[in-house]
């Protein structure tokens, strides 16, 4: 499988503040996703991205398909206490088939 | 709308006994995936199933069994299970054309003392 490098490992910021994270892959992606996890529970899933340069967002946070197609950056505006979680990025494994490689995560820390 | 379920949400067992965890979504994806969750090592893929009856391996498969004869039931069997294999486990779903787009259970947290 694809190796995936997600940076930083975490952050601690205040509450209002913006937020940025980012994956590299080793190889070139045609779909990037970013999932979001909350303490004791699974994974959620919050963006798609599917094309080059894409720009995507949802509510506060924006999404961005590397022009590379190697990396992917994901931005929190105006952070809030409910941001708390672990942020995974996550890519195709192989060329077919759905199986996802999964980076090692952000963990973000929002101080109110 | 139950989505997709696992039980048990916590389980302790021993060293050597024969544990399975359970998998059940109500959206009839064709795709199920099993995934561990280990600090430093993030989520890793045990085995995956692209249709009843269909599974095969994923990164990290040894000591564990799938099976899936039925599309909404995916469980997985630790048959002798080790320290090792004290984790959180995943399970995940995804409906074919649907991209790679997975939706994951809430995890089971199993310790094996």
């Known amino acids: 499988g694809q190796q995936l490098n997600q940076s930083p490992q975490s952050m601690f910021i205040q509450e209002g503040e913006d937020v940025s994270m980012n994956c590299t892959s080793s190889?070139?992606?045609?779909?990037w996703l970013w999932y979001k996890q909350d303490p004791g529970e699974g994974p959620v899933l919050l963006i798609a991205l599917y094309k080059a340069g894409e720009l995507t967002s949802n509510g506060r946070l924006t999404a961005q398909f590397g022009i590379t197609r190697k990396d992917s950056f994901l931005n929190i505006s105006a952070s809030i206490p409910s941001d708390v979680g672990i942020y995974f990025c996550a890519g195709p494994w192989e060329t077919s088939g759905s199986r996802l490689t999964f980076g090692e995560g952000t963990q973000l820390t929002v101080n109110p | 709308d139950a989505g997709i379920t696992q039980s048990p949400r916590y389980k302790i067992t021993e060293t050597g006994r024969q544990v399975t965890l359970m998998c059940h979504q109500t959206w009839s994806h064709s795709y199920m995936f099993w995934y561990r969750q280990d600090l430093g090592h993030g989520l890793r893929l045990i085995y995956y199933?692209?249709?009843?009856?269909?599974?095969d391996k994923g990164e990290v498969p040894d000591g564990y069994v799938v099976s899936r004869s039925k599309t909404e039931n995916f469980p997985l069997t630790l048959e002798s299970a080790t320290r090792s294999q004290t984790s959180v486990y995943f399970c995940?779903?995804?409906?074919?054309?649907?991209?790679?787009?997975?939706?994951f259970g809430p995890g089971t947290r199993l310790t094996v003392t």
């Open positions: 190889s070139i992606f045609n779909t």
């Open positions: 995940a779903s995804t409906r074919r054309g649907a991209g790679y787009e997975q939706y």
């Open positions: 199933s692209a249709a009843a009856d269909i599974t």
